[in-house]
């Protein structure tokens, strides 16, 4: 399977403005968000940022020098590749819902056409986890 394009960054401080995220990228890819590059989305809940890199960019590497940065150190950020996944969280499911329309749904080109291989619902949450076939289906 390919690298993942994906790298989280964790440790990110609520006072770390995007904008500081997007330089330390960029001077440590060489990219540029401005050009496409790459997307930074930053999740407070959970202190991090996801990085979305568009282009053939080994995340690895990126997330290894991220690590030795002294910015980033300074920071306390740290960087790794987001694992692939087959399955995904799906919440705000109204209650009752059968696990029959579940899949279905997901099958649904129009949703994505990825096949589903299970569905494990969570009624006390208004949730289920969704298992694809493979990760692509959950992209």
Do not use: W
Request: contains cysteine.
């Amino acid at each position: 399977s390919q690298p993942s394009a994906v790298v989280v960054l964790e440790n990110v401080r609520e006072t770390v403005k995007d904008c500081m995220l997007i330089m330390l990228v960029e001077n440590i890819s060489g990219l540029s968000e401005d050009d496409g590059d790459f997307s930074v989305e930053i999740v407070p809940e959970i202190r991090a940022a996801v990085v979305t890199f568009t282009g053939n960019i080994a995340a690895g590497e990126f997330a290894k020098e991220l690590n030795q940065n002294h910015r980033a150190k300074q920071q306390n950020i740290t960087a790794r590749c987001l694992e692939l996944t087959r399955s995904v969280r799906v919440e705000n499911i109204p209650p009752n819902t059968a696990s029959d329309y579940i899949t279905v749904y997901f099958e649904n080109k129009k949703n994505g056409g990825a096949q589903v291989v299970d569905v494990q619902q969570l009624p006390d949450e208004d949730a289920a986890i969704v298992t694809f076939s493979d990760h692509k289906g959950n992209a």
